[in-house]
């Protein structure tokens, strides 16, 4: 009711398998998932959605844990909020990813924006933010939408370290609702995509204390 006073249609799924139906049948803009579903469970409802779109999906949980947080994460969600919370504050979320869809892949890159980033030459890893893909030689690297937003932040630096607090505000467009952990976990779903070894990362490093850095070639 809250968002439907905001302007926002909303379809109502009640279980989990219902909820991927419907995305199947009829793609929504953006996805609420609240954790404890009938069924299947919220963690398992977001990950068969990854399967089928990158739309963007806030977990709702009363769970505010930090491991039941990062499970949502890595599940694929981009965002969570922690019940109890008040309608605007959902609303909120939903507006900072619409902006943040406004820059998607495909989008008008910043003017910053070099045209190709050359992550390694030897693996061929080549980041176009204007075409909105990142390639692997000639294979297509598929990042979800945060993903590639995090990825060009760090390339659009030039080798500076971005603090997560930093990358929180232009990934996420949160200000005052975001949280480090956001990054933290997204970091870690994008190394499993573009390393060659996650655990020992070549291309996005941290500093410890500092935040993060795209390494030069």
């Known amino acids: 009711m809250g968002l439907e006073d905001e302007g926002y249609a909303v379809v109502e799924a009640a279980t989990g398998e219902s909820a991927v139906a419907s995305m199947s049948a009829a793609p929504a803009d953006f996805?609420?998932?609240d954790v404890m579903l009938g069924g299947m469970?919220?963690?398992?409802?977001?990950?068969?959605?990854?399967?089928?779109?990158d739309i963007p999906i806030v977990v709702i949980s009363a769970r505010t844990d930090t491991d039941d947080v990062i499970a949502g994460l890595e599940a694929g969600a981009?965002?969570?909020?922690?019940?109890?919370?008040?309608?605007?504050?959902?609303?909120?979320?939903?507006?900072?990813?619409?902006?943040?869809l406004d820059r998607r892949p495909g989008a008008a890159p910043a003017a910053t924006a070099p045209p190709l980033v050359l992550i390694d030459p030897v693996d061929g890893?080549?980041?176009?933010?204007e075409e909105g893909v990142l390639r692997r030689g000639d294979l297509r690297v598929h990042l979800t939408t945060t993903?590639?937003?995090?990825?060009?932040?760090?390339?659009?630096?030039?080798?500076?370290v971005v603090s997560r607090?930093?990358?929180?505000?232009?990934?996420?467009?949160?200000?005052?609702?975001?949280?480090?952990?956001l990054v933290d976990v997204h970091v870690r779903r994008l190394?499993?995509?573009?390393?060659?070894?996650?655990?020992?990362p070549r291309y996005v490093v941290t500093e410890r204390g500092l935040g993060y850095r795209l390494a030069p070639p």
């Open 147 to 160: 993903e590639f937003r995090l990825l060009c932040e760090l390339a659009e630096a030039g080798g500076r």
């Open 191 to 200: 190394r499993l995509k573009i390393e060659p070894e996650p655990a020992t």
């Open 41 to 53: 469970n919220g963690l398992t409802c977001i990950r068969a959605v990854r399967e089928l779109s």
């Open 165 to 181: 607090q930093e990358l929180l505000e232009r990934v996420w467009d949160h200000g005052f609702y975001g949280d480090e952990r």
């Open 78 to 100: 981009d965002d969570y909020v922690t019940k109890p919370f008040m309608v605007r504050e959902v609303v909120a979320r939903l507006r900072a990813l619409r902006r943040r």
């Open 31 to 33: 996805m609420l998932v």
């Open 125 to 129: 890893l080549v980041l176009s933010p």
